[in-house]
């Protein structure tokens, strides 16, 4: 039995069992970490008057929050890979603890936008990474699956935070209510502690001495210098990946058209003669229509159909997106905005259980946190320039159609582009496979290596089960565009030992 | 008394009448409205023209003026010529308004004059034809629209701040008042300008009441009074002071339930490890973690195991 492709993976992903308690454990640390800045809303108009300041002033808050949350992907991406998904997300969740319980304390602005925006996005931002991180070590035939139910977590906490932040602001203020929101996310430790690390196998001395030898803890500190000397913060080999090219492109695009049309639209219902609370409704529906949108489209994606082309999906995806924007000028009353909310909710939803399965299907596990980590930190760019960008066009034309029109065109864009681009790139690849087949058709390849070529990216360099990087990426807003399904197709199809796959991904990619 | 498939037609004139110059009457802390009595003179006068089924028109008053109301009926199936019509006022009628009514072309008209000098003219104005229609004019100065159903919340030694703002499309009040209600009364708050607990500051159509060193007695009902030259419209704003034990209660069952349910999970997860093979990487983790704190507490072993290949 041949030691390499043993040694070189660190396990086989259990895809169930413990693992869909490991779920549950990111469905709480991904609902924390997107639906936390949105739910602050409510507190603004009091903190507003207290600190006498301007809404946009306050507002700030919130986005300084959503931005180093994306900004620290690389950063969270290094500690993940190094200390593995728990003591991350554990660590995270103090954080954010701490820095919402100081934040009420706070007697100004600034001191609030450290605490809460800094300190608290720095602590999302890792718990983001490390929660999906886990969920690509453990599952791998039922990943889309699994990053379907996680990602649900955005939605169904943010409605359940919405209403709770409003109960405990009628009855504490904004103070007591930061208070006990600070409690309330040392349930992201809660979540850290059922993230169980994977064993992963023993490296043999001949291994490189990797990051993951040093994770298995039986080499204990003797490899630290040897792992820190090979972590990188941001790794630009990365670029040379097309598909992740594409996909950074592609998501780019629906990040900076993805936020404009939530941040707006009981504007633009208002302005259409719907009553305010109608209008905030909308919202809601959307909400609502995401949360179920999100596991169904895991499941769909899971399926022997779409799974093997799971990049065209969210292509699709995004296509439906940016069309629903596109219509929506079309919808002047309140029911047929309900019903653009509706769809709204789904191309969402689709999205976003689809992106950040894309970026694994794309870069693989190994590659994945460090994938995840530039991801976020480039979709800053787009994903804070949207709105105001949007703002900016409501302004000028004093109508709401131009921001839902520019948004679901860059966002179509975006869709059509993934799409042919990805079309080529399975082409590409599928020649590529084709190719190493035919070299390789006499190896004597056991059972138990076919098992393992679906994770190809399990190279030397991947570290153990806490080793993901899962960046902060793809907020789930993002549309990330994971296009490397195709590894694991083209994994499946090849009868190469998963070492020789390895190799292969870093030849093709190139 | 209205009759349902009757439409009525009313038209309102209103007269405003301008001094020289807006002058606020009356001190920030009176609480009569002033009483103007001057040569009317006539300056822009506007007429609505009031359809439809509701019969309610609302007329906002924001100085003392003689007002026209006029209402007009399209009659019911008989038209008799000569019909009876008078004006109430807050459901009473008014002792000299019973007048008859002719018809003229189709229509039944009926206007009369009222001078609103103070606030006890503001109210609720109906004409009615015949006991058998009814049109209802409610003359009230402007009143803040966003009012705060739920109270403030602040906390012992903190200061809080209590806002009131004008709508931009109602008239802005010449000044404010803030008032604290005492049992049933109200009681004005007329702080010295380095009163150390009370500061009103008021800026376009906005007012702030800041308190500070907040106590617990401090609670309760304030109202903030918008001052016009016919009266003063108030608006409630509550305030509660709390201590900060409140939050920190649940707080602390809160930070309680999490450290039970950490502990539980890794005790749990020691446990199968020591009844499988003790061949876990538990520590691994544990040994970096940034802060030793609750999850830390269960789990302090830091000692490498081996593996069993």
Redesign the interface.
Known sequence: MPQSPTAKLAHTPPDGGWGWVVVFGSFISIGFSYSFSKALTVFFK?IQ??F?VSYSEIAWVASIMLATMYAGGPLSGMLVNR??S??VT??GG?MCGLSMVAASFGNSIIFLYVCIGLIGGLGLSLNLNASLTIISKYFLVRRPLANGLAMTGSPVFLCFLAPLNQYF?????W???F??L???M??C??A???M??L??A?VPPVENGSPRGR????Q?TKLKSNCWSRVKIVDLSLFRDPGFIIYLIGNSMFFFGAYAPIVFLSSYAVSQGVDDFSAASLLSIMGFVDMFTRPGTGLLANTKWIRPRIQYFLSFAMVFNGTCHLLCPLATSYPSLVVYAAFFGIGFGMVFALIFECLMDIMGPLRFPKAIGLVTIIECCPMLLGPPTAGALVDHYGDHRYLFIMCGAVILTGGLFLFVMNVYNYHRIDKKGKAKDQELQGDDVPQQERALEHMPEEGPQAP???GDETGPGATEEDGAMGEDGAMGDHGRRSADDSRKRSQEFHDITI | MLHPGVKLCAQLLLLSLSWGGTHSTGGPGSTLPPVVSGPPLSSDVRSVVFKGESQVEEVQVVRPLTLALECTWTGSQDRPHNISGFWRKDGSELADSRRPVLLENQQYNLRRAFSITDEEGLGNYSCVFDNQAEVDFILAAPRVGEVRD??????VG?S??L?CKMEDTKPRPNSWTWYRANGTNKELLDPEPDSPRYHIHNHEGKT?LTVRNLTEADSGAYYCGAVYDIGVTLSRVDLRV?T?L???K???V??GE?LV??SL??LY?RTKAHGTHP????????A????P???GGEVTDSS????K?
């Open positions: 009091d008057q207290d006498d200390f593995g728990r003591p554990i660590a103090l602001l009628s009855n504490f203020g103070r007591g209510s208070l006990i600070g409690a309330l040392l349930h430790c809660v850290g502690a059922l169980r690390p064993p992963s023993p994770e298995a803890g039986t204990g153990g089960p806490g | 739920r109270p403030t919340v602040s906390y903190d809080v701040v806002q702030k709390i900060f409140e939050p920190l649940p707080f602390l809160i930070v999490v349910l950490v999970i890794l997860e061949d876990n990487p538990l520590s691994d983790d544990q970096h973690k940034l802060t704190d609750d999850a490498t195991r081996q593996r290949v």
